[in-house]
């Protein structure tokens, strides 16, 4: 079994910074693709920022520039750091994980429960 645990959401003022954790335990071999999604009230859930096991990432248009993910692979963790915050921001992080918990079999995708972040104008 794995699970995800997500950490640092919150309310915070328009312009302000939050840095998001998402810790993977378990049974693990190995975490692949790692990524970031969000669901604001109403909303349907997309894509906020996707990274590679060797670092590679990818990015929604709307954090372009504000929005930076980064990992740490010895701790199963994957980081969102949040600057120039703003309302449109507001909604539930989700993370992602593709986790290999045996070497001869596929990895599965994993979900965090989410982490509320509120932007305040």
């Known amino acids: 079994q794995v699970q995800l645990v997500e950490s640092g959401g919150g309310l915070v003022q328009s312009g302000g910074s939050l840095r998001l954790s998402c810790a993977a335990s378990g049974v693990i071999y190995r975490s692949n693709a790692m990524g970031w999604y969000r669901q604001a009230p109403g909303n349907q859930r997309e894509l906020v920022a996707t990274?590679?096991?060797?670092?590679?990432?990818n990015y929604a248009d709307s954090g372009q520039g504000r929005l930076f993910i980064s990992r740490d692979n010895a701790k199963n963790t994957v980081y969102l750091q949040m600057n120039d915050l703003k309302p449109a921001d507001t909604a539930v992080y989700s993370c992602?994980?593709?986790?290999?918990?045996?070497?001869?079999?596929?990895?599965?995708?994993?979900w965090g429960k989410g982490t509320l972040v509120t932007v305040s104008s």
């Open positions: 992602n994980a593709d986790i290999k918990s045996n070497p001869l079999l596929p990895g599965m995708p994993y």
């Open positions: 990274i590679t096991t060797v670092g590679s990432t």
